[in-house]
């Protein structure tokens, strides 16, 4: 076997355990996170639904969350991660911490889109008789879908780093394959090859953002 063949026998399959973990860890942080935030701009005082109590709870929650660094956090969910798929170790067990991780930054980046949306829209949609589901679901979210998605890309590109920081620490991908081959055994190319996939994800996952964002972008 080649130098080259060999490489990517080794890299080939982490990229595919980073390219897992990253795409179902931002599908369900989305499909999470998404109606954390609506409740954040809902829920508020003045909202279409005012719950202070519950919304200073849950605003609460999301920035501590926040504030925890990753590497901490995957330490510190360990049970939690073992009763959800009774293990703390490979690309399985990874995929809790960054889940987890990525719900608060969701929320808000989904709040932030939200409250872009000019208060006429929703001050018009009330006054023609619109609930608030309603207003929601055809008004909101249609609205701030571009924003949306720019959002959601934020969060993949997030996800890509903090799993080679997952890999670090026996959670499989390109972080694991750095520290054992390209540091402990001191393989440059293999430390290389894993910097450029990373480089490639990130720049592919802004691109493809980038451009459904614009096409969904009607202003």
Not at 60 to 81: C, D, E, G, K, Y
Not at 181 to 197: C, E, K, N, P, S
Request: charged content about 10%.
């Amino acid at each position: 076997m080649s130098g080259l063949e060999a490489l990517l026998a080794l890299v080939l399959p982490a990229t595919g355990e980073t390219l897992l973990m990253v795409g179902v860890s931002s599908l369900l942080a989305c499909a999470l996170g998404l109606p954390v935030g609506v409740f954040l701009v809902a829920g508020a005082p003045g909202g279409l639904t005012p719950s202070p109590v519950l919304h200073r709870l849950v605003g609460a929650l999301v920035n501590v969350t926040r504030s925890i660094p990753f590497i901490i956090l995957m330490v510190a969910i360990v049970p939690l991660t073992r009763l959800l798929v009774q293990t703390s170790i490979g690309t399985r067990a990874a995929m809790v911490p960054l889940v987890v991780a990525a719900i608060p930054y969701v929320a808000r980046l989904v709040e932030s889109a939200l409250k872009e949306i000019p208060s006429g829209i929703t001050e018009a949609l009330v006054a023609m008789g619109a609930t608030p589901r309603q207003l929601i679901l055809r008004a909101w979210l249609p609205e701030a879908l571009a924003a949306l998605v720019r959002g959601a890309t934020l969060t993949a590109i997030s996800l890509v780093s903090y799993s080679a920081m997952a890999g670090a620490v026996g959670g499989g991908g390109l972080g694991d394959l750095a520290v054992r081959y390209g540091y402990h055994r001191m393989r440059t190319d293999v430390m290389l090859a894993t910097i450029v996939v990373l480089l490639v994800l990130v720049q592919g996952l802004q691109f493809i953002g980038d451009r459904v964002a614009r096409r969904l972008d009607h202003r």
